[in-house]
Structure formats: C-alpha cells, structure tokens
C-alpha cells in the first residue's frame, strides 16, 4: 500500500467519530459521547412492554457496535436481569434528558440477579459486555436518538 493509501485510510478513521456525531438521527441508531470521544451503536428499539420483556433474550452473538435501546413512555426505577440471556451485556441507564446515570458492566449470562438501573431512568442502551469500558462509557455520558425528546434533550437531534 503507497503512502498516500496509508494517510487516506487513517484520516478516515480518526475523522469517523466527528463525522458521526453530525449525522442525521435514525431509530436505528443510538450516538454516544463523553470526554472519551463518541460512537455510535446500530440498535434495535424495545418500546412496547412485550419488546422489552423478550429484550436479547436467546440472542447467541452480537455485532460488535451493536446493541437494543429500552424506552420507557418516562422516567422510573428499572431493574434488569439476564434471563435466558446468552451473552455479556453491558447496561447503559440514562435519564429523560439523555444522560448516563449508571453503567453496569458485563453483566453475567442467565443471571437471575436483579440489576439496579436506579430511579428517574427513562432508556436503557445494552451492548456487549466490555464495550462500555473500552469506550470509556460512564456517568455523565449523553446519548442522543429519537426517542431522547429535543425540548429536554442534552443532546438533541436537529430539527
């Protein structure tokens, strides 16, 4: 590979994250940022109580910048556990405005161990376990999706 192929390839990957950060919000997609950097996670979205029930339940592998994103109608105290759940999670609990409040990291596949997400908790980002830890994911991290609604958001989607 040349030289210019070289800087090319690395210019797209240290540019990736800015770029990232000004897409267009999508339902699929779940950005997050911090003083770590950003990154963005392809989701599928567990709105309805019946979604959020079954949740990764069975789910054997998983992209790795991937996960589901629990939405919950307002703020409340959530709890998880891993049921017949079959790999590593970590859970992201973030209030209405979009802030992380608390990170559990790889929780333990089939657990019945209830998982505090803590109180004023409105979505839940669960990705694979470890994950949180390589990005540097913690309290104070914003997310930004749709769901996170503009007028109260910390990281709005544009109108």
């Known amino acids: ?30 950005y997050v940022r911090g ?11 567990a709105d309805t109580p019946d979604l959020r029930s079954q ?13 589901m994103l629990f939405v919950y ?19 992201i609990f973030a209030d209405g405005d979009g802030v992380v409040q608390r990170v559990h990291e790889n929780a333990i596949p089939g657990d019945l161990t209830s998982i505090p997400g803590g109180r004023d908790i409105q979505f839940v980002l669960e990705i694979n376990g470890g994950m949180a830890d390589r990005l540097g ?5 914003e997310m930004r999706h749709p769901a996170i609604t503009a007028d109260t958001a ?6």
């Open 55 to 67: 949740g990764l339940m069975f789910v054997e592998e998983m992209p790795t910048m991937s996960g």
């Open 35 to 45: 003083d770590w950097g950003n990154a963005r996670f392809s989701v599928d979205v």
């Open 1 to 30: 590979m040349g030289k210019w192929s070289v800087l090319s390839v690395v210019l797209v990957f240290v540019a990736s994250p800015v770029v990232a950060a000004e897409a267009p919000c999508r339902e699929d997609v779940v």
């Open 137 to 141: 994911i913690d309290e104070g991290t």
């Open 154 to 159: 910390v990281w709005a989607c544009a109108s």
């Open 73 to 91: 109608d307002r703020e409340q105290t959530v709890s998880f556990w891993m049921k017949n759940t079959l790999i590593p999670l970590d859970m």
